[in-house]
C-alpha cells in the first residue's frame, strides 16, 4: 500500500517538475512600475494597470495620440503591452538621440491589443497613429521586461501563420463554437472581419476569438455594412477592390493558409466565396500589388470553401500539413512549353555508382545541336539542359550540379593567381587556363570598386576585402551577400544583416559575394518590386538544393533578335521550381557566363543571334572540378 501511494504521489508531482522546467525555460516578465504622460499631463497608471476596460483614459480626438515615457535607470523595457477601443494604423517607437526625438521602430498593422517587443532604454514615446481622426479611450498600458507575460493578457501574434483564414462579412457569422472546434483539432485559425456592428463593441469582439483559440491578430475592414438585399453593383461600388480585394490577398498571403473560408450574411454566400476565390488566384501572382508580394510573399491556397461547405469536413479529416510544394508547382509554369532534348538519352556509363558518381576515371557529354551536357567523375556530376521557349523568345540553361564537399568546392577560380588590376581576362581562357570544369561568373565587384560606389560583403579564399558599407547603399543591386561555406551549403542574407568580416569569423566561410538580390531563402520564394527590379536582363543565378547539391540558371538576354531575357521575379520562380532552398541573383547582362568543359555555352551580348557574343573581360569565375580534359582551343588561340 505504502508503495501504492509513493507512485500516486510521483506522478502527480509529474505536471509541477514539468511546468518548473517550462518556467526555467522562458522566465516570467518583470513588470515595470512606470508612469507615462500624454505630453503634458500625467496617466492614471492605476486605471491602466487594473485590467478593467471601464476605467480607459481617453484621448482628444485626433489622428495620432503620443505617450511618453521614462524607464527607470539601470533597466530594459522590452515589452509594452497596449489595449485600445479602436485598431491603429501603426505605431511608432521614438527614442531621444542628442536631446532630438528619432523614429526608432514602427510597428504596422498592431492590432486594438498588442504586444510591442521594444528593448529600449531611457526616455521614450509612442506615436498611435490612425486612419481618421477619432477619439481614442486606451484601456491598458503596461511595461515589462522580457519574458513571459502574465496569462490575463493576450499576446496576439502579428505575423503568425494559420491553418484556416476564415473571412466573415460581420460579426454574427464568426462561429466561434467551430473556430473553437477546429483548434480543440490541432488547426490554427486567422479571422478577416469585413464590417462591424454596434452590438459588438472591438474588444469584446477580441476577447471573444482569444478565447475560441484564435491567436492572429484579427484583420478588421471596416467596410460600411450593408443592407440585406442589396445589389452586386452596390457591393461592388461600396466594397472596392482597394478596400476589400487588396487587403483580403495580403491577408492570404501574410496568414499563408492551407484553407479559406467565407462567412456572408444571408443572400451574399456566393458573392462573397466568388470574391474569396479571386483573392486566392491573385494571391499567387508576382504581378499582382507587387509591393504586398514583397512584403508577405506569394501563397498558393489549395482549397477555398464556404463555411458551410461539406467538404470542408473531408478536408480537416483528410489534414495535409502546410507544404511550399503548391507554389513550387505553380512556379513550373515558367517551363510550360520550354522545348528541350531529353536528359535520359545522355549515355551515361553503365558502371556508374548507386549514388550517380563513378568510382574511377571521368566521363563527359557534350551536345551543343540538342542542348545537353554532362560530365562525371568520383567526385563531380554535371548536367546541363538548355529550354527553348521560341515563341516569346526565350532561351535559358539549368545546370544541375552535385559534388562531395570533404573533396571539392564550388569556389573562386582566379586568373593567375592575381588580383583583378589590369589583369582581367576573357572568360572561356580563364576557365581554360585552369583547366575548369563548370565556372560562372560572381559578382563582377571591381566594377563597383572602379566608380566608388558600394561593394558589398566581398571575401575570397579566406580573406576579407571589403565588408559592406551602409552609406554606399545601392537601389540595384542591393548588395546581399551569398556565403560559400566549406560543408557544401550556401546562405544568402540582406545586405546589412552582417559583414564579411563576421562570415569569416564563423570559421566554414571560404568565399562571399555581394550583388543580389537573394530569390530564396530558407525555403521560401522572394518578390520584388521597384525600378530595377522589373528590367527584362540576361540572368545568372545559383541555388542550393541541399548540401552539395546546386542549381545554376542561366538566361540569355539582350540579342537582337532573339531573347531578350527575364524579371527577377520570374528568374526566382524558374529557381524555386527546381526545389531550391536558397538562390541568389549573380551579376547579369554582359557579365552573365556558363563556361563547361573551357566553352562558353550561353549567348552574351546584342548580336544577331550566331556565335556566343562577346562578355566582359574578368579576373575570376566561380566554379568546381578540375580536369586534363577542358578544351584549350581559346588558350591555343584556334
Not at 566561380?622 to 582551343?633: A, I, P, Q
Request: aromatic content about 8%.
Amino acid at each position: 500500500m505504502k508503495k501504492f501511494l509513493c507512485v500516486l504521489l510521483c506522478l502527480c508531482f509529474l505536471p509541477l517538475v514539468a511546468l518548473g522546467e517550462d518556467a526555467a525555460e522562458s522566465e516570467a516578465a518583470r513588470e515595470l512600475m512606470i508612469e507615462a504622460t500624454d505630453g503634458k499631463n500625467q496617466l492614471d497608471m492605476d486605471a491602466l494597470r487594473d485590467r478593467v476596460d471601464d476605467t480607459a483614459v481617453t484621448f482628444k480626438r485626433g489622428k495620432s495620440l503620443t505617450i511618453a515615457a521614462e524607464i527607470p535607470e539601470e533597466e530594459t523595457c522590452g515589452q509594452i503591452y497596449l489595449r485600445m477601443d479602436t485598431a491603429p494604423d501603426s505605431i511608432t517607437l521614438r527614442t531621444k538621440d542628442n536631446k532630438r526625438w528619432v523614429d526608432a521602430k514602427t510597428f504596422s498593422d498592431p492590432g486594438a491589443e498588442c504586444v510591442l517587443d521594444v528593448q529600449v532604454t531611457g526616455a521614450i514615446q509612442l506615436v498611435v497613429n490612425f486612419p481618421s481622426a477619432v477619439s481614442v479611450s486606451v484601456s491598458e498600458l503596461r511595461f515589462f521586461t522580457d519574458g513571459t507575460l502574465p496569462g490575463s493578457l493576450h499576446a496576439w501574434q502579428r505575423d503568425a501563420e494559420a491553418d484556416l483564414l476564415l473571412v466573415a462579412e460581420t460579426p454574427a457569422q464568426l462561429d466561434t463554437d467551430k473556430i473553437a472546434a477546429w483548434v480543440a483539432e490541432g488547426r490554427s485559425v486567422a479571422c478577416l472581419l469585413m464590417t462591424s456592428d454596434e452590438a459588438t463593441s472591438l474588444l469584446t469582439l477580441y476577447d471573444t476569438l482569444w478565447d475560441a483559440g484564435v491567436r492572429r491578430t484579427p484583420t478588421l475592414l471596416n467596410l460600411t455594412a450593408q443592407a440585406e438585399g442589396t445589389e452586386e453593383k452596390k457591393l461592388d461600388k461600396a466594397w472596392t477592390d482597394k478596400f476589400f480585394l487588396y487587403p483580403l490577398v495580403s491577408a492570404i498571403r501574410s496568414t499563408s493558409p492551407m484553407v479559406v473560408l467565407s462567412a456572408a450574411a444571408n443572400g451574399r454566400e456566393d458573392y462573397l466565396l466568388q470574391k474569396v476565390t479571386t483573392a486566392a488566384a491573385d494571391a499567387q501572382e508576382s504581378t499582382f500589388q507587387t509591393a504586398d508580394a514583397e512584403e508577405n510573399g506569394i501563397w498558393v491556397v489549395p482549397h477555398v470553401y464556404a463555411v458551410d461547405d461539406a467538404a470542408l469536413a473531408d478536408t480537416l479529416s483528410a489534414w495535409e500539413e502546410r507544404s511550399d510544394r503548391y507554389i513550387r508547382d505553380l512556379c513550373w509554369r515558367q517551363y510550360d512549353g520550354a522545348v528541350h532534348s531529353d536528359p535520359s538519352t545522355i549515355p551515361y556509363p553503365d558502371d556508374r555508382l548507386e549514388d550517380g558518381y563513378l568510382a574511377e576515371g571521368e566521363f563527359v557529354y557534350e551536345d551543343a545541336d540538342n542542348g545537353l551536357w554532362a560530365y562525371l567523375s568520383s567526385t563531380i556530376q554535371i548536367e546541363i539542359v538548355r529550354y527553348e521557349l521560341p515563341d516569346k523568345p526565350q532561351v535559358w540553361f539549368v545546370t544541375d550540379l552535385k559534388f562531395k564537399p570533404e573533396s571539392e568546392s564550388f569556389a573562386q577560380v582566379l586568373y593567375a593567381n592575381a588580383s583583378f588590376k589590369g589583369q582581367q581576362i576573357y572568360p572561356e581562357t580563364l576557365a581554360q587556363t585552369s583547366k575548369l570544369v563548370l565556372g560562372v561568373n560572381g559578382d563582377y565587384y571591381p566594377y563597383r570598386v572602379d566608380r566608388k560606389t558600394g561593394v558589398g560583403n566581398i571575401l575570397r579564399n579566406r580573406e576579407v576585402l571589403y565588408n559592406y558599407d551602409a552609406k554606399k547603399r545601392m537601389a540595384y543591386p542591393n548588395l546581399d551577400t551569398m556565403a560559400l561555406r566549406d560543408d557544401g551549403t550556401l546562405s544568402v542574407y540582406a545586405a546589412s544583416e552582417i559583414t564579411a568580416t563576421e562570415l569569416l569569423a564563423e570559421g566554414n566561410v571560404h568565399d562571399a559575394l555581394s550583388f543580389g538580390p537573394y530569390l530564396a531563402r530558407d525555403g521560401k520564394i522572394r518578390i520584388y518590386s521597384g525600378e530595377g527590379y522589373d528590367a527584362t536582363e540576361p540572368r545568372n543565378a545559383i541555388g542550393m538544393i541541399e548540401a552539395g547539391h546546386y542549381c545554376i540558371i542561366t538566361v540569355e538576354g539582350r540579342i537582337n533578335p532573339g531573347p531578350k531575357g527575364v524579371t527577377l521575379n520570374v528568374l526566382a520562380e524558374m529557381m524555386y521550381a527546381q526545389g531550391v532552398t536558397d538562390a541568389f541573383n549573380l551579376d547579369g547582362g554582359s557579365t552573365s557566363v556558363l563556361i563547361f568543359m573551357g566553352t562558353k555555352l550561353n549567348r552574351t551580348g546584342a548580336n544577331s543571334g550566331h556565335g556566343v557574343g562577346s562578355p566582359r573581360n574578368m579576373h575570376e569565375l566561380f566554379g568546381v572540378g578540375t580536369s586534363d580534359l577542358v578544351h584549350t582551343d581559346a588558350v591555343n588561340k584556334k
